[in-house]
């Protein structure tokens, strides 16, 4: 019989969602943890006594899934690894009849631009199979998409205007790194903006639109309009939507770093030669930054993440704010993470648990703000990443 979890992925997020997993075992029975470099998942083995199996596996190659899935014989298969293995890990399930999760959007090694048309594309593959898959179970996308579903569900009629606000206000000493992997970090940020507004999307130069949030105990941050993946499916999920956008915090010291490395050309991601040898100047700037999954035990502050979403209930105007607050120490105490990789994995674990516990089950290929979110919420409050909720002035 299929049973457990197959955790593909041994970073940041993959350490909290096997500690989060062991936390739950009740739920998942078996948990087998598979990634590149095998040191790293004999370390978190270790650290969880020995409660999970490992494995090494190249997640690019999708002959090497499909042979760890069989002989793992999971329930389902949760992708923690790079958002360039969706596709390969996809696949292997399909091949398998393996359920599937993700946390962030299929990109090309290639390309820095993520879309769900070839995830979404596997959605008749997976009905056909009998198996689901669930799509972006982190915190953004994820519990922000479970956010706008729960305030679609319980507080309005028609939400009209969405803003996804992303502020992490941490302190890590450095005078700069990336809070997770500084490759798809840097390309995401380096983008062009874009935003949703009256059925169609609309560009702006990268970080070219700035306002100012007064995040609930953080404080007032500059926040500049990104795109998100979320947005692609929230446009179609959220009835009445006129304009969505996403904001992220960034400090001056982050933003001078980031434009001098783009300006010396540091962020390309095609190959130059140096001294007859070919390198990814991305790729250089990765191996020089501080591991992400280092940061947790320096990081210090929290991290605020929410939805404000304005609209009609019963014929008259509402606005309302949710959010969660997660603060770096404690999260690093708990799994030793800091509190991104902390609000990705808790989530991951929680679509996971949902799944394995048929609460949410569908044949095919979904987003999460296509299932009932009240289960989702209560788990958020139980798991380690309480949420508020409060009306604003419009
Ligand atoms: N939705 C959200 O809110 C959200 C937020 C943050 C991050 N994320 C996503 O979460 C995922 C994990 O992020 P992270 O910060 O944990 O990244 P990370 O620290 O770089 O960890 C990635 C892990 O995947 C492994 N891996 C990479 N390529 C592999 C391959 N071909 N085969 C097997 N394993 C491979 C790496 O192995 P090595 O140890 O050998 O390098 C590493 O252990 C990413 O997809 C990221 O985009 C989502």
Redesign the pocket.
């Given at each position: 019989m299929r049973e457990g979890v197959l955790i593909?992925?041994?970073?940041?997020?993959?350490?909290v969602v096997v500690h989060k997993a062991v936390q739950n075992i009740d739920t998942f029975k078996k948990i087998t943890l598979?990634?590149?470099?095998l040191s790293?998942c004999e370390q978190l083995q270790k650290e969880v006594d020995g409660k999970i199996d490992i494995a090494q596996?190249?997640?690019?190659n999708v002959n090497e899934l499909v042979e760890l899935i069989k002989k793992v014989e999971p329930f389902m298969v949760l992708n923690?690894?790079?958002?360039?293995?969706d596709l390969t890990i996809m696949e292997a399930c399909l091949r398998t009849g393996v359920h599937y999760l993700?946390?962030?959007n299929y990109e090309h090694p290639d390309t820095a631009k993520f879309e769900y048309k070839l995830q979404w594309a596997y959605d008749e593959k997976y009905k056909q199979k009998g198996i689901m898959g669930l799509l972006?179970s982190?915190?953004?996308?994820?519990v922000t998409n479970v956010f706008c579903a729960y305030l679609q569900k319980h507080y309005f009629d028609e939400i009209h205007y969405i803003d996804i606000l992303d502020c992490n206000a941490g302190d890590h000493g450095y005078p700069f790194a990336t809070n997770?992997?500084p490759e798809?970090n840097l390309r995401e940020v380096s983008a062009k903006g874009r935003y949703w507004e009256d059925g169609e999307w609309k560009e702006t130069e990268p970080l070219a639109i700035k306002m100012v949030w007064d995040y609930p105990q953080i404080g007032k941050k500059d926040s500049y309009l990104m795109y998100h993946e979320e947005m692609e499916s929230l446009v179609k999920h959220i009835k009445g939507l006129k304009r969505i956008r996403f904001f992220m915090t960034f400090g001056e010291s982050y933003l001078t770093h980031m434009r001098c490395l783009e300006n010396v050309g540091m962020l390309r991601i095609d190959e130059i030669e140096v001294d007859g040898c070919k390198v990814v100047p991305l790729h250089v700037l990765k191996a020089l930054l501080p591991d992400?999954?280092t940061l947790g035990e320096r990081t210090k502050g929290k991290t605020n993440i929410g939805v404000v979403a304005e609209g009609l209930k019963d014929g008259k105007k509402r606005k309302v704010y949710i959010y969660n607050v997660c603060d770096h120490q404690e999260a690093f105490k708990e799994t030793g993470a800091q509190a991104?990789?902390y609000?990705?994995g808790v989530?991951a674990m929680i679509g996971a648990k949902l799944m394995v516990k048929n609460i949410w089950m569908r044949e095919g290929v979904w987003n999460m703000e296509q299932f009932d979110p009240d289960h989702f919420m209560e788990e958020l409050n139980t798991q380690g990443l309480p949420w508020k909720i409060k009306e604003l002035d419009i």
């Open positions: 593909i992925g041994a970073g940041g997020v993959g350490r598979a990634s590149r470099t790293r596996v190249d997640a690019d923690i690894a790079l958002p360039y293995q993700d946390t962030a972006g982190g915190f953004d996308p994820g997770f992997n798809i992400p999954s991104v990789s609000t990705t989530p």
